[in-house]
């Protein structure tokens, strides 16, 4: 009877001759898991770097609206003094405590300027890179319409807005250049 009790127990218990897992299990959960981390840094990286292209395509967005902005008020101003009728001969010198930077380019001609990563002016004599490194160079064009309509008062200037600027690097490690057009036409004095 003493047999058939340790036969019992060896057949009808549960013998179990593995507890945990082996080396090789281990290893391919590792594995595994490794490509799912890595495919994670991956997804994030790739929208860090679209996060900052696009709050670098916004700032030059921004700069680029600024400076048009800017040469529609030259516009403005210098056709409102040039319609003005208490003056005897109105003239663009007329407004030069406005510093005129924009409507005063010559037809065909351009004005560059840089700004820093953060859209204001470059100051080379702060040690912050981010003031002080020029990051955005922003080209303005005016292109005289001519042929302006007897009787009428003042100019029409086409003016073109070409901000640009090297978002990140690519694939092939080569930086991309990228740019931001805007083209408005200004009646000016």
Partial sequence: MAKDIRIDRHLGGQCQKQTGF????LLIAAFILAIG???????????????????NMGV???????????????GRLSWLNLTDSNRAA?????????????????SGGQLVETFNIL????????????????YFTVATRRVAIL????????????FHVRVTFVDT???DSQPITRTFNLSRRISHG
């Fill in 147 to 158: 042929g302006a309509p007897a009787g009428a008062v003042g100019e029409m200037s086409d």
């Fill in 60 to 74: 030059a967005t921004r700069l680029a609206e600024q400076v048009m902005g800017q040469a529609d008020k030259e």
């Fill in 22 to 25: 082996t080396l090789v299990e």
């Fill in 119 to 134: 859209g204001g002016s470059v100051d080379a004599s702060n040690p912050d890179p981010t003031v002080s490194n020029p």
């Fill in 37 to 55: 981390i890595l495919g994670v840094l991956m997804l994030q990286a790739t929208a860090l770097r679209a996060t900052r292209g696009s709050s």
């Fill in 169 to 171: 690097i690519g694939s």
């Fill in 90 to 106: 109105p003239s663009l010198a007329d407004l030069n405590s406005f510093s005129l930077k924009y409507i005063t380019i010559e």
